[in-house]
Each structure stands twice: as structure tokens, then as C-alpha cells.
């Protein structure tokens, strides 16, 4: 579906941007935040002394605190900024919604219908909004209840039992982050799906996920393994695109094709670039139709782990 319907991969685009919000993205943003709260703190510090924390003021702070020029700049800066995050939220929500209602179409219908998905998604995009706004709140709080110990060890920097409360933490953290990401998950198919208000979803998301999480950490653990997989394989077609021009160029060079040779790591560069994001892009719509079709399975088939039953079928043959 995801081959078949390449118009959807502008959907894919924008939805790359906060998909991740409602899977991977939170943990991802989890570890990366653990893993930099005493630097945080040193720069909050650093501010409070009347240095900024944001390098991208660093070396102008005093103007920006002393000309009324300076804070109007850096208003309008962030102003634009912000302006620009919100349109660019609005449009990678939107295009989640519209990726899920496709899914939705294909498995009542059995037709591909983006251009109805794109009707259908206006009438959930409000409900879904509140959803990743909510999941963003939690992931933040979450981050933060969780960088209070590890400040606190990293500032109190003594013996290992350090080091074994901060891996506690941290798989304790990685359990939480990975039931908010499957949570939100599920809220929104809920939403999409079964046009459920957020409420309901909420609660809706909570039961599919304590009755299915093992199938729902398989098909998690599954979706890693294939994102691994498109990524070794886009860093091969890049090469094998990338190693004929480098060797072109480097004839040139021997040639003293100098004006032509120039170009050539700026086509490299672009070309790489349009694939990362073409398969980027192509793999979110995908990851999303997966998930969504497994939602619709799951309370028709009510599936059991292969793993489980894997391990329940070795251990009555033993």
C-alpha cells in the first residue's frame, strides 16, 4: 500500500516530524534528555549568574539585557520561529491523521482513497492535536521527574552505587517512556478509527495496551528491526549512487576539470539528501500503516505471542 500510493509520502514528510511522538520519538528524546541534566544544570546555573544558557545568544547576551533593539531581534526571532513550529505541527499531525484514515478506508473499503483520507482527517485533527499535545506533556514531565535523581547523583559524583542507580533509573524510564509512546499510540487509532472522543480514547488506548503490551512490544522490537534494516540498506543505494560521481570527480581533478569537478560533491550531497528523505518519508507512512492495521486485527483475531507460545510449547515438550 505504502508502494502503490507514493502521494502519500508528502503525508510521510510532514509526518516524520512528530510521528515519532507517538513511538519511538519518546524514548529517543527520553534517553537524550538522561543523558544531559547536570550539563542543563550547569547552563541554568550559568544563566542565573547573568550569562545566557542558549548558545545561540552566547557572546550577545549583554546586548540583548541592555538594548532595547537587541530584545526586539530576539523577539521577532522566536516569534518567527514559533510561528513556524506551530505550522510545521499543524501540517505533521494532520498528515498522521490522514496516513491512519487511509489505513481505516483500505481495511472497511478495500480501495485506496488518499484523496477521501484527506476529507476524513479534518473531522478527527482536532481530537488528535490534543492527543499529541497531551503525549508531549507527559513525555516533558517525564523527562524532568526522571532528571531530578540523575542530577542529583551527577552532582553528588561518588561510588558505584551511582552508576547501579543510574541504570535502575534508566530502565525504569525506558518502561514508562515505552507505554506513554504505545499509549498515545493507541489513543490515536482510537480516535481515527473508531471516532472515539479523547477521553474514551485514553481509556480505550489503556485497555488494548494492558491486555496486548507483549504483542505490542513484539510488533515495537519488529518495527526497530525494520527501521535497522531500510537504514543499512539507504546507506547502501547512497554509496552505490555516491562511489561512480566520487570517481568521476576524481578524474576531472587528474584532468584539471576544475570548474566541473566543484559541482560534483554538491550533487553528492543533494542526492544523498533527496534519498534519506524519500525513504524516510516512505517508511513513516509505512510504520504508521502498520500499526493501524494492527489495531483493526487485534480485537477481531485477539492474537497470542508467537514468542509465548513458542516458549509454552518448549517447555511442555521438555
Known sequence: MTWKNKLSWLAGLFALFLSGVLGFQVIVQGITGLAQPTFW???????????????????????LTTDTTGWLVMFLVWAAILIGLLVLAILSIYSITVIISAAKIKFVSKRDDFLLALREAFFHFKSVFWAVVLTQIASSVLVILFSIPVIWLGVNNTSILKLILLLLFFFVFLAVAYSIAMIALYTVMHIVVEDYTLSAAVVGAWNIFKQYWFITLEMFVIQLVIAAAVAILTVIVVGLFAIPIIIIGLIMVSNQMYDISAFLPKLVLYLSIFIMVAVASAYTVFQLLSWSFMFMNIEKIRPHSRFVEFIEMQILSS
Open 41 to 63: 544544570w550547569a547552563r541554568w546555573k550559568a544563566w542565573a549568574s547573568g550569562m545566557s544558557p542558549i548558545d545561540f545568544f552566547s557572546g550577545q547576551w549583554n546586548i
